[in-house]
């Protein structure tokens, strides 16, 4: 499999719509969003009791962080298992609402508007981004996709070594207030941005030709787009709010 017919999300590579397409039913559309909304209900619905917790004065460290690790887990076993998506990907839509609960909720304490702001700016970014994709202004091409996936894929993996690098007491630049945190902030969310016009692209150029249950891996892959780039502008906006 070349890296040029990936995308920078891993729900979206050939591996997930290889085989033959014995069904009479096939991946559409009206599929993918019924279930993304569902997904996000999920979400908004944990997010809230995390949320709610956290106000009574419950500590919701460890939810938040268990959130995030189901949710890796999940998307490890979703990758290697990807018929088993179907029960996975509500599994992986409560993890995130446990996280993502979490993450508000401390913001909130701070900046109550900023979770609702950056709720607000996503929601335009996809439809911007949809637009965008639709209208053809902006062509998916190999080459916007190697730099997509390229600059993806460095923004993971410096996470990753940052995250890990914390349990050992080093504190990595990316989770301060400067100047260069707040342009990496800047730069990860104009790449999850752009992320979502590749994942347009795949499902357009899969649909109707997919089996019916790869819907649920195409729902995966929007939520794991949509739930970056919320988390890239909430903690931009919350540095940007904390220096200014």
Known sequence: ????D???NPAFTNYFFDGDNNSSKTMSVTGIFTKSILSILIIIIISIGV???????TDIKWYSMGGMLAAIIISIVISVRQHWA???VPLYAIA???FLGGMSAYAYKHYPNLPYQAIGVTMITFFVMLMLYQTRIIVVTKKLKSVIITAATSIFVIYLISWILGFFGIKVFIWGTSWPAIIFNILAAVF??????????????HKHKSPKNKEWLATWGLLVTL???????LRLMRKVAIRF
Do not use: P, Q, R
């Open 6 to 8: 990936k995308t920078s």
């Open 86 to 88: 179907h029960f996975l």
């Open 227 to 233: 739930v970056w780039l919320y988390a890239e502008i």
């Open 1 to 4: 499999m070349k890296l040029l």
């Open 192 to 205: 999850a941005s752009l992320s979502l016009l590749l994942d347009f692209d795949y499902i357009e150029k």
């Open 96 to 98: 995130k609402g446990f």
């Open 51 to 57: 949320w709610k917790i956290y106000n009574e004065g």
